[in-house]
T-cell receptor
Framework: QVQLVQSGAELKKPGASVKVSCKPSGYTFIHYDVNWVRQAPGQGLEWMGW????????RYGQKFQGRVTFTSNTSATTVYMELSSLKDEDTAVYYC??????????????WGQGTLITVSP | DIQMTQSPSSLSASVGDRVTITCQASEDISKYLNWYQQKPGKAPKLLIH???NLESGVPPKFIGSGSGTHFTFTITSLQPEDIATYYC?????????FGQGTKLEIK
């Protein structure tokens, strides 16, 4: 079945970096962009950016520019999100999501299970 | 950046009620709007894309409409399994942006 499987929860100290993996299965890896969305505790959804797993092309939200890096490993069919210089306010569940494009539609139709990143001294 | 404003932020309704949520965009986004459902502790689920298109496998009790800056999302007959937070999301411009969410509860 079509799914995205993410790596497990992490506890990090302020100033550290974290790298989250997202492994698609059940579809052709290189055919869909993967977006990253985060959700702070009790808060709404915040878009971070996307990566084309085939070309490695990325687009980052301005809020995260300079601090986030998306990469793709086509042989491992896995994409990664690395966030550096972590702050307390980066504590959140991080989701990867497949971007389906059908005609005029572009939406996140398959989501990973989420990865909780906790930033605490 | 385009701001998406949902109303209400929370809503309490009875089983069988018709429930409507609105989403207002700060600029014209044509029909480039999606709706998601998120249950506690779960990832969001796509319900409606391009303002009014029902995602495959989603029951037709969920209806989306609107264009430009004003959109609505309706559940025709509320059931206990519909208890969740609902989000709109625009994809006309970067950064992609979500509404703040509408938390739906059973009265």
């Amino acid at each position: 079945q079509v799914q995205l499987v993410q790596s497990g929860a992490e506890l990090k100290k302020p100033g550290a970096s974290v790298k989250v993996s997202c492994k698609p299965s059940g579809y052709t890896f290189i055919h869909y962009d993967v977006n990253w969305v985060r959700q702070a505790p009790g808060q709404g959804l915040e878009w971070m950016g996307w990566i084309n797993p085939n070309t490695g092309k990325t687009r980052y939200g301005q809020k995260f520019q300079g601090r986030v890096t998306f990469t793709s490993n086509t042989s491992a069919t896995t994409v990664y999100m690395e966030l550096s210089s972590l702050k307390d306010e980066d504590t959140a569940v991080y989701y990867c999501a497949r971007d389906m494009v059908r005609g005029v539609s572009s939406a996140f139709d398959v989501w990973g299970q989420g990865t909780l990143i906790t930033v605490s001294p | 950046d385009i701001q998406m404003t949902q109303s209400p932020s929370s809503l309490s309704a009875s089983v069988g009620d018709r429930v409507t949520i609105t989403c207002q965009a700060s600029e014209d986004i044509s029909k480039y709007l999606n709706w998601y459902q998120q249950k506690p502790g779960k990832a969001p689920k796509l319900l409606i894309h391009a303002a009014s298109n029902l995602e495959s496998g989603v029951p037709p009790k969920f209806i989306g409409s609107g264009s430009g800056t004003h959109f609505t999302f309706t559940i025709t007959s509320l059931q206990p399994e519909d208890i969740a937070t609902y989000y709109c999301q625009q994809y006309d411009h970067y950064p992609r942006s979500f509404g703040q969410g509408t938390k739906l509860e059973i009265k």
